[in-house]
């Protein structure tokens, strides 16, 4: 499995931007497809994930402000992201797993977000 990540970059607090991750290779029995993130100094945490079936998943500090979205036919995730926060800051990476793990599964190379204030 391949993830291959793009959308990050840099934004002023209050805008958007979208995330994508695109998937290749034997992921037809992936059961989730999610974004975590870490910021200098911290560990890497869950923001969003979303099932195969579905089931969505946020952390409570991005309910609201972000989408998780995925088009099958694409083998794509997408993370919508508005009202960023400076806070939000960090390096984004696409996950591919059977369950979530800050560790486990399959990962993107990362892509840096940056929000100015």
């Known amino acids: 499995v391949q993830l291959v990540e793009s959308g990050g970059g840099l934004v002023q607090a209050g805008g958007s931007l979208r995330l994508s991750c695109a998937a290749s290779g034997i992921i037809f029995n992936i059961n989730i497809m999610a974004w975590y993130r870490q910021a200098p100094g911290k560990q890497r945490e869950l923001v969003a994930g979303?099932?195969?079936?579905?089931?969505?998943n946020y952390a409570d500090s991005v309910k609201g402000r972000f989408t998780i979205s995925r088009d099958n036919a694409k083998n794509t995730v997408y993370l919508q992201m508005n009202n960023l926060k400076p806070e939000d800051t960090a390096v984004y990476y696409c996950?591919?797993?059977?369950?979530?793990?800050?560790?486990?599964?399959?990962w993107g190379q990362g892509t840096q977000v940056t929000v100015s204030s």
């Open positions: 996950n591919a797993a059977n369950y979530y793990s800050a560790y486990d599964g399959y």
């Open positions: 979303i099932t195969n079936i579905g089931t969505i």
